[in-house]
């Protein structure tokens, strides 16, 4: 059974990067074909898609967050991590790492659908703050 636990510290100040890991047990992050999300849920809002990094390591972004947003690997230590720069008090919210499966075409093409994941990590909560 596959678990994620994201880490990282629970106050930035405004300006800053906000820098969270999700550690990975029970699967390889290169397994084929799963996509590793990042999403957030600011307080009274819906969850929001931020980005993916899939067994390959290929990343996508959400467009919106796209310019501040950045997620990388390390295979060898089964993690995933999440860059936010030039953080915002609008940026407060629980952040969650989730794993995606893949929807895989006759034709062999493989998608991911980033708000249909399967398993999550509890969360993690980040205030941004001065």
């Known amino acids: 059974q596959v678990q994620l636990q994201e880490s990282g510290p629970g106050l930035v100040k405004p300006s800053q990067t906000l820098s969270l890991t999700c550690t990975v047990s029970?699967?390889?992050?290169?397994?084929?074909?799963?996509?590793w999300s990042w999403l957030r849920q600011p307080p009274g809002k819906g969850l929001e898609w931020m980005g993916a990094?899939?067994?390959?390591?290929?990343?996508y972004y959400s467009p919106s967050l796209q310019s501040r947003t950045s997620i990388s690997r390390d295979a060898s230590a089964n993690q995933f991590s999440l860059r936010l720069i030039s953080v915002i008090p609008e940026d407060t919210a629980m952040y969650y790492c989730?794993?995606?499966?893949?929807?895989?075409?006759?034709?062999?093409?493989?998608?991911?659908?980033?708000?249909?994941?399967?398993?999550r990590g509890q969360g993690t909560l980040v205030t941004v703050s001065s």
């Open positions: 989730a794993r995606v499966p893949p929807t895989i075409q006759a034709s062999g093409q493989i998608s991911w659908s980033w708000t249909d994941f399967g398993s």
């Open positions: 029970g699967s390889s992050i290169r397994t084929a074909y799963y996509a």
């Open positions: 990094i899939t067994y390959d390591g290929t990343t």
